[in-house]
């Protein structure tokens, strides 16, 4: 039986209206809509713990946050990065005029493969781009070993990645700076929304700078900023979006085992390894991979016939961003250079996930799902 209503791949999380009315009494009494108002002051703080980061800048998007990362560090030339991401990952690059070098991914986590990234380094290489793909941590030591080794920085693209931590270490300490985003379809949100983590006190300086079109004071302009700001109606969002944050993990967390219960075990389907007890998840996305030859339907089948019961999943990230026209024919985009990223394309599936479905709906999709099993392409 189809659903009644359609089931999405999210919903954003959205609190109580009245607590956000009141949230927004407080921005209308200051009469001070954005510029770094007293609700961004509260929200940066307040962020800082949660994320575990000594540092951290909030921005209007989590793309722009990522163009500034990058001018920030002074990235020029090239800079490696994986192809199987959102394509803000290479965009941003592009936006700060740097080659982006597509390395292969690891076929079991899908993040940018460690191992290979070496191997792209050219004189022209200034940094590492990568991406906690689904919230699962990069391989951060071995990353960090290669950049040492070779004078490179490291950005991660942390999207994806809110709340995660690494034996209790907080993901955005990792590297020279990490993005967050708080769009709408992240666990916490802003509407839209980032921010940028960071290790180095000095950075933040910079960074604040380069979001407000670099102006120092009322007599001085330091250098070609943006307009990269987070205004108050989103940090007072923020605020109250961060009350509900655990409540909705929980519900995440068992909706997940409700998810590995009813697919764990059939042949052809494979859902994102849990990391184990040292990694906390940011129960972000609900990832299957559909080998077709096993399952006997394809993914593209799959996402076809889903919609045909008011279920709509994504191909998150089909096509790799090496596919795009903008970056298809740089010689690391060669589709024989990334196999692994090639064939996940083709096999993963973003099944819905968020604290709004009930055990009975996530039990109804994995049932829907089976009824496809030896239905072919
Ligand atoms: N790096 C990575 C690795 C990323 O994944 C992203 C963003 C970025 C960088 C850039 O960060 P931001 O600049 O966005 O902060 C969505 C999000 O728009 C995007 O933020 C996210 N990644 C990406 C993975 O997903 P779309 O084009 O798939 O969104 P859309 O509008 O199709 O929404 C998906 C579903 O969510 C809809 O079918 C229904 C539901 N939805 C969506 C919105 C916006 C709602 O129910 N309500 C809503 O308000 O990109």
Not at 6 to 29: A, C, H, M, N, Q
Not at 252 to 266: I, P
Request: hydrophobic fraction near 40%; charge should be negative.
């Amino acid at each position: 039986m189809p659903f009644a209503e359609p089931v999405y791949v999210t919903r954003p999380l959205l609190p109580d209206i009245e607590k956000f009315s009141d949230k927004l009494r407080e921005v209308w009494g200051e009469q001070r809509l954005t510029n770094n108002g007293p609700q961004h002051l509260a929200l940066e703080k307040r962020l800082m713990d949660v994320l575990k980061v000594p540092h951290l800048s909030l921005f209007n998007n989590g793309t722009i946050a990522l163009i500034v990362a990058c001018q920030s560090l002074r990235l020029s030339g090239e800079v490696i990065t994986t192809p199987f991401t959102f394509p803000a990952t290479p965009h941003v690059l592009s936006w700060n005029n740097i080659k982006p070098i597509f390395c292969d991914i690891d076929p079991i986590t899908m993040n940018i493969d460690a191992e290979k990234i070496e191997t792209m380094i050219t004189p022209q290489t200034t940094g590492i781009l990568a991406v906690h793909v689904y919230g699962t941590p990069c391989d951060v030591e071995k990353i960090e070993e290669v950049a040492q080794r070779y004078g490179l920085r490291v950005v991660y693209d942390a999207a994806h990645a809110f709340g995660v931590e690494i034996c209790g270490r907080g993901i955005g300490t990792f590297g020279d700076i990490s993005m967050f985003s708080f769009h709408a379809t992240k666990l916490f949100h802003t509407a839209e929304g980032g921010a940028l983590a960071f290790n180095d006190a000095n950075l933040k300086s910079r960074v604040d700078l380069l979001k407000n079109f670099g102006i120092k004071n009322e007599e001085e302009v330091m250098m070609p900023g943006i307009n990269g700001k987070m205004n108050e109606m989103q940090a007072a969002l923020g605020m109250v979006v961060l009350d509900y944050v655990e409540e909705e993990r929980h519900k995440r967390k068992a909706l997940l085992d409700t998810y590995r219960r009813c697919l764990e075990g059939v042949e052809g389907l494979t859902l994102l390894r849990d990391n184990g007890d040292n990694i906390r998840s940011s129960y972000q996305y609900l990832v299957v991979r559909i080998d077709e030859n096993l399952f006997g339907a394809s993914r593209d089948y799959v996402y076809r016939e889903f919609k045909r019961y008011n279920v709509y999943t994504r191909k998150y990230f089909h096509p790799v961003c090496s596919d795009y026209p903008c970056y298809k024919n740089l010689p690391s985009a060669s589709p024989a250079n990334l196999p692994a990223a090639s064939s996940a394309a083709r096999e993963v599936l973003t099944l819905p996930f968020y604290g709004g479905l009930t055990t009975d709906d996530v039990e109804n999709i994995c049932g829907i799902l089976m009824s496809f099993r030896g239905r072919k392409s």
